[in-house]
C-alpha cells in the first residue's frame, strides 16, 4: 500500500466532510472545505493543507485549519509545532488540528496548555475494515464461467453454449441471449454485488411479467442456477410458444485491493478500494469513510475503469 502526503490530505478532507455532513445538508450554515489553500499576508504565501469555513448564517464564520505530514520514519517536533501555530494566527483560525504518525515529547509539551492546536493521530495498526464489527465485510465477485442450455417448444431440443442469439418477445421488444442473462445476473443475484445495499438489490429484485418469468433452481455463494421462461418469442425468425433458457452462473469471490487507509484516531477511518466488478477485465474504485463517533459510513465516490 503506497502512502503519500497528498492522500492523507484527501482522507482527512473527506473524513471531516463527513463528520460535518449534518452542517452541510442543513440550514444551520454553510460549510467549505479548500485543500492547499494558499492565504497570502503581508506579501507572504503560506500553503494551508485543509482550510475549513462554516459560516453559521448568523454573522459569524468559524475557521478550522489541518495540517497532514505523513513522515515515514520521523516523528513530528517542536518546530513543525511552531509553525503551525503561525499558521493559526494568521488565518485567525479558531483551531488548527495537526495530523501524523508520532510526535515527539517536545511537541506535545508544546500544545499540552494550547487549547488552539489538538494532535490527532494516525493508527499505525490501520486495517479493521474488512471486520464487520468495525467497518464493513466487502466483497466483489465475478463471473468465472456462465452456460446457458437452451429449450424450445414444439419439441425442438438442443443445447448451446453462450451466444448472441436475439430473441423477440411478442411486444416487439428484441433483446439478445446475452443482454437478458447479464440483466438478470445484474439485478438477480444477491452475492453477485455484496457491497450493494439492501434497497438497491430491492429496487432490482427479478421481475415476473406475463412474457418472461424468472426461477432460481439453485443458489449458493459462488453458484447460481436459474431458468428464464419466455412465452410466444420469436428467435432467427421463427415463432416459438416457449423457450426455456436455463442459465449455470459461477463466481469467483476476493476482497477488494486496499490502494490508501487512513485511521485517524477518534476521528474516522479512510479508505479507498479497487474491486472487481461483475466482468473480469471490469474494475470500479470507491472512497468510504466511517465516524467514528457516530459509526456511520458514507461512499464519498465511485468511478469505474
Same mark, same amino acid.
Given at each position: 500500500?503506497?502512502? &503519500?502526503?497528498?492522500?492523507?490530505?484527501?482522507?482527512?478532507?473527506?473524513?471531516?466532510?463527513?463528520?460535518?455532513? $449534518?452542517?452541510?445538508?442543513?440550514?444551520?450554515?454553510?460549510?467549505?472545505?479548500?485543500?492547499?489553500?494558499?492565504?497570502?499576508?503581508?506579501?507572504?504565501?503560506?500553503?494551508?493543507?485543509?482550510?475549513?469555513?462554516?459560516? =453559521?448564517?448568523?454573522? /459569524?464564520?468559524?475557521?478550522?485549519?489541518?495540517?497532514?505530514?505523513?513522515?515515514?520514519?520521523?516523528?513530528?517536533?517542536?518546530?513543525?509545532?511552531?509553525?503551525?501555530?503561525? *499558521?493559526? *494566527?494568521?488565518?485567525?483560525? +479558531?483551531?488548527?488540528?495537526?495530523?501524523?504518525?508520532?510526535?515527539?515529547?517536545?511537541?506535545?509539551?508544546?500544545?499540552?496548555?494550547?487549547?488552539?492546536?489538538?494532535?490527532?493521530?494516525?493508527?499505525?495498526?490501520?486495517?479493521?475494515?474488512?471486520? %464487520?464489527?468495525?467497518? =464493513?465485510?466487502?466483497?466483489?465477485?465475478?463471473?468465472?464461467?456462465?452456460?446457458?442450455?437452451?429449450?424450445?417448444? %414444439?419439441?425442438?431440443?438442443?443445447?448451446?453454449?453462450?451466444?448472441?442469439? /436475439?430473441?423477440?418477445?411478442?411486444? !416487439?421488444?428484441? +433483446?439478445?441471449? $446475452?443482454?437478458?442473462?447479464?440483466?438478470?445476473?445484474?439485478?438477480?443475484? %444477491?452475492?453477485?454485488?455484496?457491497?450493494?445495499?439492501?434497497?438497491?438489490?430491492?429496487?432490482?429484485?427479478?421481475? #415476473?411479467?406475463? #412474457?418472461?418469468?424468472?426461477?432460481?433452481?439453485?443458489?449458493?455463494?459462488?453458484?447460481?442456477?436459474?431458468?428464464? $421462461?419466455?412465452?410466444?418469442?420469436?428467435?432467427?425468425?421463427? !415463432?416459438?410458444?416457449?423457450?426455456?433458457?436455463?442459465?449455470?452462473?459461477?463466481?469467483?469471490?476476493?476482497? %477488494? !485491493?486496499?490502494?490508501?487507509?487512513?485511521?485517524?484516531?477518534?476521528?474516522?477511518?479512510?479508505?479507498?478500494?479497487?474491486?472487481?466488478? =461483475?466482468?473480469?477485465? +471490469?474494475?470500479?474504485?470507491?472512497?468510504?469513510?466511517?465516524? &467514528?463517533?457516530?459509526?456511520?459510513?458514507?461512499?464519498?465516490?465511485?468511478?469505474?475503469?
Amino acid at each position: 500500500m503506497k502512502l &503519500d502526503g497528498k492522500s492523507l490530505e484527501r482522507a482527512t478532507k473527506l473524513i471531516e466532510t463527513h463528520i460535518l455532513k $449534518h452542517i452541510i445538508e442543513s440550514d444551520i450554515g454553510k460549510v467549505k472545505i479548500d485543500t492547499n489553500k494558499i492565504v497570502t499576508i503581508d506579501g507572504v504565501r503560506n500553503e494551508v493543507d485543509i482550510y475549513v469555513t462554516v459560516d =453559521l448564517k448568523i454573522g /459569524t464564520s468559524l475557521i478550522y485549519i489541518f495540517e497532514c505530514k505523513n513522515y515515514r520514519s520521523k516523528k513530528v517536533n517542536k518546530n513543525d509545532i511552531i509553525l503551525f501555530e503561525d *499558521k493559526i *494566527k494568521i488565518t485567525n483560525a +479558531q483551531k488548527g488540528y495537526f495530523v501524523a504518525k508520532s510526535y515527539t515529547k517536545d511537541a506535545r509539551n508544546r500544545t499540552a496548555t494550547n487549547n488552539n492546536i489538538e494532535l490527532l493521530t494516525l493508527d499505525n495498526e490501520n486495517s479493521k475494515i474488512f471486520d %464487520p464489527d468495525y467497518f =464493513l465485510q466487502i466483497e466483489s465477485a465475478y463471473i468465472k464461467n456462465c452456460s446457458i442450455k437452451i429449450t424450445v417448444t %414444439p419439441e425442438i431440443p438442443f443445447e448451446k453454449k453462450f451466444e448472441f442469439l /436475439t430473441i423477440i418477445h411478442s411486444d !416487439q421488444k428484441k +433483446q439478445t441471449i $446475452h443482454d437478458l442473462v447479464l440483466e438478470k445476473v445484474l439485478l438477480g443475484n %444477491p452475492i453477485a454485488t455484496k457491497y450493494r445495499t439492501s434497497d438497491d438489490h430491492h429496487k432490482g429484485k427479478l421481475m #415476473q411479467s406475463d #412474457q418472461e418469468k424468472v426461477e432460481t433452481m439453485h443458489s449458493e455463494r459462488k453458484r447460481w442456477t436459474f431458468k428464464i $421462461h419466455l412465452k410466444d418469442p420469436i428467435m432467427n425468425g421463427i !415463432q416459438y410458444k416457449w423457450i426455456w433458457l436455463l442459465v449455470d452462473v459461477e463466481y469467483e469471490i476476493e476482497t %477488494p !485491493q486496499i490502494i490508501f487507509e487512513y485511521n485517524i484516531k477518534e476521528k474516522g477511518h479512510y479508505v479507498k478500494l479497487r474491486s472487481r466488478g =461483475l466482468l473480469p477485465n +471490469q474494475y470500479s474504485i470507491a472512497e468510504l469513510t466511517k465516524d &467514528d463517533k457516530t459509526n456511520e459510513i458514507k461512499i464519498h465516490n465511485i468511478t469505474f475503469e
